[in-house]
């Protein structure tokens, strides 16, 4: 079942990676509501994760090169769990072809 936009989840902090560019964290989803019986997917990363911090100029996509050159694990008694809320970005490249255009005149 999809969970919906805006509810809060629950996600442990398993592992962790930085260098001068970044800082990320790698995250494994939690069960979030047993009653209902939903859970977050993954997301089709390699690396599930959040990125922390990046330096001024660096996207955040950057922390999926700095995970896959590896992370570093965190034990089991130092793991956190954050509660998140599902949210969305969504950019769109869609135009209308016959949307009015202004001419001068």
Request: neutral net charge; proline residues 7%.
């Amino acid at each position: 079942r999809d969970i919906p936009l805006g509810e809060s989840v629950y996600i442990e902090c398993v592992g962790w990676a930085a260098d001068e560019k970044c800082q990320a964290l790698v995250v494994r989803p939690q069960l979030c509501n047993e009653n209902e019986g939903w859970y977050m997917p993954g997301s089709g990363q390699s690396y599930p994760h959040v990125t922390v911090a990046t330096q001024i100029g660096m996207k955040p996509v950057y922390s999926n090169e700095l995970l896959a050159r590896g992370y570093n694990e965190i034990p089991k008694e130092n793991q956190l769990v954050l509660m998140a809320r599902i949210g969305a970005f969504v950019i769109s490249e869609m135009r209308s072809a016959n949307r009015p255009t202004r001419r001068n005149q």
